[in-house]
């Protein structure tokens, strides 16, 4: 199966890199989410995907795509597809014209006999923020309330943020599978299982602290004992006085299984809102 999902994701990327977006869009299921650098709130459903999608036909052309360790993992109805990806541009004489590396996440679900992208995750290889950033935010007046599946990994979510936020980073290894799969803003390529996941965060203990975490719009989409949690994510640290001093923008991708009847992390996409190349 490993084989199908890489090229049903290969032939789509051919087609965009000559200027088609389409085989994309093709592969994209009515209920997708979508997240890019260029975004400030995801996409939600084929329709706004398509509308995306529309003036980019035509305006992207590059000669080398490259896909870094691509790994499938499949579970039931489900797979998650990451990868790193390298896009290369050449000029007349075939020199390097640009390069452009970025860090890869799709989900797919297969319905009806056919595998779909339900969620995907485009972040740069090693990003920052930009100087300034607007984001459109629902304010909800009373506390959201959240059910079921969404409830229950959402729940492991914020026990572990809470630590993260005190600078204590092994809440989220607890609720890490044996062979998880990892990026985030600064990791120069997909890290690979909980024991490297550890040395690496073994160098941000008592590194991170913040005073407000803010989850915004959380949703899930599941397939049998596969969960895909995406939210935006606001960490807020204070003055004395209580006043804002600075706010971080995040789009966090965790896609969880259910094993022996726990929710463990299997793979983990962290990425700047609105992030641009370091």
């Excluded at 506390?143 to 936020?165: C, D, F, Q």
């Excluded at 909980?194 to 040395?199: I, T, V």
Aim: with cysteine.
């Amino acid at each position: 199966m490993e084989h199908k999902i890489l090229a049903l994701e290969k032939q789509a990327m051919e087609r965009w890199r000559s200027g088609d977006p389409w085989g994309f869009v093709e592969l994209s299921a009515e209920d997708l989410t979508y997240l890019d650098p260029s975004l400030t709130s995801p996409i939600l459903g084929l329709e706004k995907y398509q509308e995306y999608m529309r003036p980019v036909v035509g305006q992207i052309h590059y000669e080398r795509s490259e896909f870094i360790e691509p790994k499938v993992v499949e579970i039931g109805e489900a797979a998650v597809l990451t990868y790193n990806y390298r896009s290369t541009g050449l000029d007349e004489q075939g020199e390097i014209r640009f390069q452009m590396p970025w860090n890869v996440t799709e989900v797919y679900f297969r319905r009806e006999k056919r595998w779909q992208i339900v969620h995907s995750h485009f972040s740069y290889l090693l990003h920052k923020l930009p100087e300034s950033l607007e984001i459109p935010l629902p304010v909800q007046m009373t506390p959201p309330v959240y059910m079921g599946v969404l409830g229950e990994v959402l729940g492991l979510e914020k026990i572990a943020m809470e630590r993260w936020s005190k600078g204590d980073p092994w809440g989220f290894i607890e609720i890490s599978a044996p062979e998880v799969t990892y990026f985030d803003t600064g990791t120069p390529q997909r890290i690979n299982g909980r024991e490297a996941l550890k040395a690496e965060y073994a160098q941000r203990v008592g590194k991170t602290s913040f005073d407000v975490m803010d989850f915004v719009a959380p949703r899930v989409q599941v397939c049998g004992d596969l969960a895909v949690l995406n939210y935006r994510f606001l960490t807020t640290r204070l003055d004395p006085d209580k006043a804002v001093t600075c706010r971080t923008p995040w789009n966090c991708t965790e896609v969880f299984a259910r094993m022996d009847g726990q929710w463990k992390i299997i793979h983990t996409h962290w990425s700047f809102i609105g992030g641009v190349r370091a």
